[in-house]
């Protein structure tokens, strides 16, 4: 997997445009947020998430899309159970997954982040695969923009606390962590 910066779009993984996005006010890429996701909730490997970041969810499947479905929202990243990564938005626009946010007093973190959904739930362990995704991901993301950095790697709940709580407490943080050192040593 490789970064192309003038693109913003990802070589080696699974492209699903969305058409959620805009431009980024200043084009800076300073914070890396970590979501879950799953649709319906708890069920995984359904393609509604590709769908709902697509603005296509069908309402009539499941009673809970009704109430999502005129949402208007993206991330630039989801990795599935099985590690697969698919890009949504490219990494020099703004995504929408944020919501209403702030990081060390700053406003509005969709400005100058990259989201990343992992398919999951707050209450489930994520995967060896994501895991292992997820690091290799991040380690691309932070060779290509060097204002973020592992310390500016947060939860939604961590920039929007008592509206979100993903990536939920089966999130192993330090798991993430020591993967991203490991193969930092490695380098």
Known sequence: MRLDPASGWCDGIRHCPSPNFNERP???VSLLVIHN???PPGQFGTGKVQQFFQNRLPVDEHRYFAGIAQLTVSAHFLI??????????????????AGVSSFEGRENC??????IELEGTDDLPFTDAQYQ?????????LRVYPQMSVERIRGHS???????TDPGPCFDWARMRADLQGEESKV
């Open 26 to 28: 200043r084009g800076e």
């Open 37 to 39: 996701i799953s649709l």
């Open 80 to 97: 599935e159970r099985d590690g697969g990564i698919t890009q949504f938005v490219s990494c020099n626009q703004r995504a929408w997954h």
């Open 110 to 115: 969709n400005d100058f982040s990259l989201g």
């Open 133 to 141: 995704a997820l690091a290799a991901l991040t380690r691309e993301l």
């Open 158 to 164: 961590d920039i929007a606390p008592g509206r979100k």
